[in-house]
């Protein structure tokens, strides 16, 4: 009998997540599940309600993507009612959105993905000047003298001597899987404690747009933030600078240190270029749209379907296309109305409860029936990975150039094939890619508000169907947005002025998915089949290609108890059982 290993809740994660995993007598997997362990409800929750503070009650679905889920609601609301943005609105939504790229991708790979590939511990054995030279010879990046890195490693000597590793619990120091020298291991901690202090310059434009970060306040109709040079609570000259600064310290970050890490660190881990892909079908809904949010072909992202690596045949998939865009509860602790081998839109989506899991947290699951409280979602009866990859093959196989630059490069660099990027090391290369694009259209962004604000052009929002009185009886809409970590959808149907059904299919919902209706696994299942464990009782090599994918299963599910009333959140530590 194949030996079957649990680990529950993965950790560096948002959320609760369980996989568990078959192994063959090689220690490789041969079968994986994935299992959103709890259940959410905030789909109910917005019945009845005004569509117009959807956003308010969808942004606390995570205390990290509250950004993603408010551009989602209210787009969907402006989608169903037909609402126009002005110019500089849509700019500076455009600047918020690409600031939570890079905040989120760059906290992603230091503080939840580095450790995967990066011995703490080890970095103590370092000889600081040759950290030195490896930081001088990388980039131009101040902090790189060897005074600087024997600093930092005797910071981390005093939390080891303390028998608490604080932040830098929870890993598998030592294990067998990491590679990389001492040396590139004190220079990846020294960057992981600079990121904790550089997020609060990266947070500074969340703050002035949106009055505050987390959960920014958003309207329906524009931004809340009038422009105004000469007033002291609006968009002035002062805060135009204070943004202008970010922007440039979020640029020497990513350039200095983020893409120099990457490629100081994966040439180490090349193997990893040869497997964790799975399923090789791609789906992006785009993002930062021009000023006609209908005109995807102007979108920096392109709308996409990829299916079968094939990227000479890109096609454009319609959110509100009822045969191909479907959820499916085959083996979600969900039930439909037609039965659970019913696939439903979203506008026609259901939200009915079914637990039919193990009684005990320990007990394995029961992958031949209901085993997740996440749906899954489908494209044409498909399984679609969405997220970083997904985003930077729609960029490069529709020919945006600086993104086939900066893929073409680190592939030259790194010595691999195009192939390569099919994988745990290309999903991983992938984040830094968009993330280097994203913050040079900051830039971009930025002066086009600016050359906006000179030529008075300064309305923010457009009023014009913000009273219920002006909308139809009956309407439904789709709100886009491509959050870090994938494609994610707000389908809305308003009735008589309230939220009929509403429905959020999040990327997590795509990649975490347990299998379908035909049986067919999720992203995260699919790429863990063939991944080879050194020490079962360690499953590094699994984290590695589970954190690639950056889940979030809070914005999947949420906890609440058999009355509907939130049981909060507990923190809980990594546990693997192995039978």
Same mark, same amino acid.
């Given at each position: 009998m194949?030996?079957?290993?649990v680990i529950?809740?993965?950790?560096?994660?948002?959320?609760?997540?369980?996989?568990?995993?078959?192994l063959?007598?090689?220690?490789?997997?041969?079968?994986?599940?994935?299992?959103?362990?709890?259940?959410?409800?905030?789909?109910?929750?917005? +019945?009845?309600r005004d569509?117009?503070?959807?956003?308010?009650?969808?942004?606390?679905?995570?205390?990290?993507?509250?950004?993603?889920?408010?551009?989602?609601?209210?787009?969907?609301?402006?989608?169903?009612?037909?609402?126009?943005?002005?110019?500089?609105?849509?700019?500076?939504r455009?600047?918020?959105?690409?600031?939570?790229?890079?905040?989120?991708?760059?906290?992603?790979?230091?503080?939840?993905?580095?450790?995967?590939?990066?011995?703490?511990?080890?970095?103590?054995?370092?000889?600081?000047?040759?950290?030195s030279?490896?930081?001088?010879?990388?980039?131009?990046?101040?902090?790189?003298?060897?005074?600087?890195?024997?600093?930092?490693? #005797? +910071?981390?000597?005093?939390?080891?001597?303390?028998?608490?590793?604080?932040?830098?619990?929870?890993?598998?120091?030592?294990?067998?899987?990491?590679?990389?020298?001492?040396?590139?291991?004190?220079?990846?901690?020294?960057?992981?404690?600079?990121?904790?202090d550089?997020?609060?310059?990266?947070?500074?434009?969340?703050?002035?747009?949106?009055?505050?970060?987390?959960?920014?306040?958003?309207?329906?109709?524009?931004?809340?933030?009038?422009?105004?040079?000469?007033?002291?609570?609006?968009?002035?000259?002062n805060?135009?600078?204070?943004?202008?600064?970010?922007?440039?310290?979020?640029?020497?970050?990513?350039?200095?240190?983020?893409?120099?890490?990457?490629?100081?660190i994966?040439?180490?881990?090349?193997?990893?270029?040869?497997?964790?892909?799975?399923?090789?079908?791609?789906?992006?809904?785009?993002?930062?749209?021009?000023?006609?949010?209908?005109?995807?072909?102007?979108?920096?992202?392109?709308?996409?379907?990829?299916?079968?690596?094939?990227? #000479?045949?890109?096609?454009?998939?319609?959110?509100?296309?009822?045969?191909?865009?479907?959820?499916?509860?085959?083996?979600?602790?969900?039930?439909?109305?037609?039965?659970?081998?019913?696939?439903?839109?979203p506008?026609?989506?259901?939200?009915?409860?079914?637990?039919?899991?193990?009684?005990?947290?320990?007990?394995?699951?029961?992958?031949?029936?209901?085993?997740?409280?996440?749906?899954?979602?489908?494209?044409?009866?498909?399984?679609?990975?969405?997220?970083?990859?997904?985003?930077?093959?729609?960029?490069?196989?529709?020919?945006?150039?600086?993104?086939?630059?900066l893929?073409?490069?680190?592939?030259?660099?790194?010595?691999?094939?195009?192939?390569?990027?099919?994988?745990?090391?290309?999903?991983?290369?992938?984040?830094?890619?968009?993330?280097?694009?994203?913050?040079?259209?900051?830039?971009?962004?930025?002066?086009?508000?600016?050359?906006?604000?000179?030529?008075?052009?300064?309305?923010?929002?457009?009023?014009?169907?913000?009273?219920?009185?002006?909308?139809?009886?009956?309407?439904?809409?789709?709100?886009?947005?491509?959050?870090?970590?994938?494609?994610?959808?707000?389908?809305?149907?308003?009735?008589?002025g309230?939220?009929?059904?509403?429905?959020?299919?999040?990327?997590?919902?795509?990649?975490?998915?347990?299998?379908?209706?035909?049986?067919?696994?999720?992203?995260?299942?699919?790429?863990?089949?063939?991944?080879?464990?050194?020490?079962p009782?360690?499953?590094?090599?699994?984290?590695?290609?589970?954190?690639?994918?950056?889940?979030?299963?809070?914005?999947?599910?949420?906890?609440?108890?058999?009355?509907?009333?939130?049981?909060?959140?507990?923190?809980?530590?990594?546990?693997?059982?192995?039978?």
């Open positions: 194949p030996q079957r290993i529950d809740p993965i950790t560096r994660i948002e959320g609760h997540l369980r996989i568990e995993a078959a063959d007598a090689s220690n490789a997997v041969t079968q994986a599940y994935s299992s959103g362990t709890m259940v959410r409800g905030i789909e109910i929750i917005l +019945k009845g569509p117009r503070e959807a956003w308010a009650f969808t942004q606390r679905a995570c205390g990290v993507c509250t950004t993603v889920h408010s551009f989602a609601s209210i787009r969907s609301v402006e989608d169903a009612l037909g609402i126009r943005i002005p110019r500089a609105a849509n700019l500076i455009n600047l918020m959105i690409a600031q939570q790229y890079v905040h989120d991708h760059v906290m992603h790979f230091y503080h939840l993905h580095a450790l995967d590939w990066v011995d703490v511990v080890a970095a103590l054995k370092a000889d600081p000047a040759q950290t030279a490896i930081q001088q010879k990388i980039s131009p990046w101040p902090n790189s003298s060897p005074a600087y890195f024997a600093s930092i490693q #005797k +910071k981390v000597q005093a939390i080891v001597d303390s028998g608490q590793l604080s932040i830098f619990a929870n890993a598998y120091w030592g294990h067998p899987a990491y590679k990389l020298p001492a040396e590139v291991n004190l220079l990846a901690v020294a960057h992981y404690l600079e990121a904790l550089w997020q609060k310059d990266a947070t500074k434009i969340h703050t002035i747009f949106g009055g505050k970060n987390p959960h920014p306040n958003f309207v329906v109709g524009g931004v809340p933030m009038p422009i105004d040079l000469n007033s002291d609570t609006a968009l002035n000259a805060r135009l600078a204070i943004i202008a600064e970010s922007i440039q310290k979020m640029i020497a970050f990513v350039d200095q240190v983020y893409l120099p890490d990457l490629l100081a994966a040439p180490y881990y090349l193997e990893y270029g040869g497997f964790g892909e799975g399923l090789g079908n791609f789906l992006t809904w785009g993002e930062y749209p021009g000023d006609d949010p209908k005109d995807t072909f102007k979108f920096l992202v392109p709308r996409a379907v990829i299916l079968n690596r094939d990227l #000479k045949n890109i096609q454009v998939p319609d959110p509100n296309d009822f045969n191909k865009m479907q959820e499916f509860v085959a083996h979600s602790w969900y039930k439909y109305n037609q039965g659970d081998q019913a696939g439903l839109h506008w026609q989506g259901e939200t009915a409860f079914d637990y039919t899991g193990p009684a005990l947290p320990y007990d394995y699951l029961n992958v031949d029936s209901k085993y997740s409280w996440l749906k899954a979602p489908r494209w044409a009866e498909t399984p679609m990975e969405v997220g970083p990859l997904a985003r930077v093959l729609a960029m490069y196989a529709s020919g945006h150039q600086q993104t086939q630059d893929v073409n490069t680190i592939l030259k660099t790194l010595n691999v094939p195009i192939q390569a990027v099919f994988s745990t090391l290309g999903r991983t290369a992938a984040r830094a890619v968009e993330t280097k694009v994203f913050a040079d259209a900051m830039q971009t962004y930025y002066d086009g508000l600016v050359a906006e604000i000179k030529a008075g052009n300064t309305q923010t929002f457009n009023g014009e169907k913000w009273e219920p009185a002006t909308w139809p009886s009956h309407a439904q809409g789709f709100g886009f947005m491509e959050a870090p970590r994938g494609a994610l959808g707000h389908w809305i149907v308003i009735d008589n309230k939220i009929d059904n509403y429905q959020m299919v999040v990327p997590t919902t795509w990649n975490g998915s347990p299998r379908d209706h035909k049986g067919q696994p999720g992203a995260y299942e699919a790429s863990l089949v063939g991944t080879k464990l050194a020490k009782e360690w499953p590094l090599e699994i984290l590695r290609t589970i954190h690639s994918f950056d889940p979030c299963m809070a914005c999947a599910i949420h906890m609440v108890d058999a009355e509907g009333q939130d049981l909060g959140e507990v923190a809980t530590g990594l546990s693997v059982c192995v039978n």
